[in-house]
């Protein structure tokens, strides 16, 4: 028994190993090539803006969309749990967090205020 939980342990220890962030930041432009890992982005946040729908708030980072090269989105159901958004326009901002590419273009969901720092 003593054997099966040592064995479970050592594979979650080289699972978690696998799961960090990169520990620099990278570029915009780079976040593509990361879909599927967890990193941070920093760049400067170009527009912050709701959609028509009001389902979610994008952070265009690095130009303003269509011309972005990497967005934070905030869904609605988490946007409460930040204040002033539109403050980051024009800011640095670091976004942590998996890429996941949609429509072709790197986003990162963001869900928790940790995600998202202005520098």
């Known amino acids: 028994m003593q054997g099966l939980i040592f064995a479970a342990a050592i594979s979650l220890a080289a699972e978690l190993s696998l799961a960090p962030a990169l520990a620099q930041p990278i570029a915009p432009s780079e976040a593509e090539a990361h879909a599927g890992q967890s990193v941070t982005v920093e760049g400067t946040a170009s527009a912050v803006r709701a959609s028509p729908s ?13 011309d972005n090269s990497f967005t934070a989105v905030i869904f609605a159901k988490d946007a409460g749990k930040f204040s002033n958004l539109s403050s980051l326009d024009g800011k640095t901002v670091d976004v ?10 790197p986003e990162i969901i963001v869900t928790e205020t940790a995600q998202l720092k202005a520098k």
Not at 60 to 65: E, N, P
Not at 98 to 105: E, I, N, T
């Open 54 to 66: 009001g389902r979610a708030t994008f952070i265009d980072i690095d130009g303003a969309y269509p």
């Open 96 to 105: 942590t967090g998996p890429v996941q590419l949609y429509k072709g273009r």
